[in-house]
């Protein structure tokens, strides 16, 4: 008996023909105490969505500040994929806090509204803006201090998006 169990399949599954997502697929649940089964039915969403700006979000720094303009709005666009009806974009700040005897790897999630399609075929274009100045705000407001604390580094920010089918849009 396991607790809790995650079950996830790459991407080249989905792409082997394995998975088709013009089909609907039930997961059946069956708690082996009681003998109790939960029961759900979904369609997959082929991708969660293609970046369109920035287009270096994989590939290459980016800043949230320009010099002299700390009210730089930053602009997060993508393309929805089939089947997804709702997102939730997290920007992550990853960083390292060193101690005298260890370091550890951190982050901090600033999670923004659920956004929602307007429908189920792909291909909206969905967009999210922020300035450059409230991201630095919001991860000052989130670190806390810790006397033991030999330095703190900063690592990356990654992008991510989350994102839901139509039964997830309650």
């Known amino acids: 008996n396991q607790p809790n169990a995650i079950y996830s399949i790459d991407s080249g599954?989905?792409?082997?023909?394995?998975?088709?997502?013009s089909n609907t697929y039930?997961?059946?649940?069956?708690?082996?105490?009681?003998?109790?089964?939960?029961?759900?039915?979904t369609t997959l969403i082929t991708d969660i969505g293609t970046f369109v700006h920035p287009s270096q979000v994989s590939l290459a720094?980016?800043?949230?500040?320009?010099?002299?303009?700390?009210?730089?709005?930053?602009?997060?666009?993508?393309?929805?994929g089939a089947n997804a009806r709702i997102y939730q974009p997290i920007v992550r700040f990853n960083y390292i806090d060193s101690f005298a005897s260890h370091n550890d790897t951190l982050y901090i999630d600033w999670?923004?509204?659920?956004?929602?399609?307007?429908?189920?075929s792909g291909g909206e274009t969905m967009d999210l803006q922020f300035k450059g100045e409230d991201y630095l705000q919001f991860i000052g407001n989130q670190l806390q201090?810790?006397?033991?604390?030999v330095a703190r580094r900063a690592l990356k920010t990654d992008i991510l998006l989350v994102a839901g089918s139509d039964d997830l849009n309650t």
């Not at 999670?111 to 189920?120: E, H, R």
Request: no cysteine.
């Open 145 to 149: 201090h810790n006397s033991a604390l």
């Open 13 to 21: 599954t989905l792409g082997s023909g394995f998975f088709s997502t």
């Open 111 to 120: 999670k923004f509204p659920i956004q929602t399609t307007q429908g189920l």
């Open 61 to 80: 720094p980016f800043s949230f500040i320009l010099a002299g303009n700390p009210y730089y709005k930053f602009d997060i666009q993508w393309s929805s």
């Open 26 to 41: 039930k997961l059946v649940v069956k708690n082996s105490d009681s003998g109790k089964e939960a029961t759900a039915t």
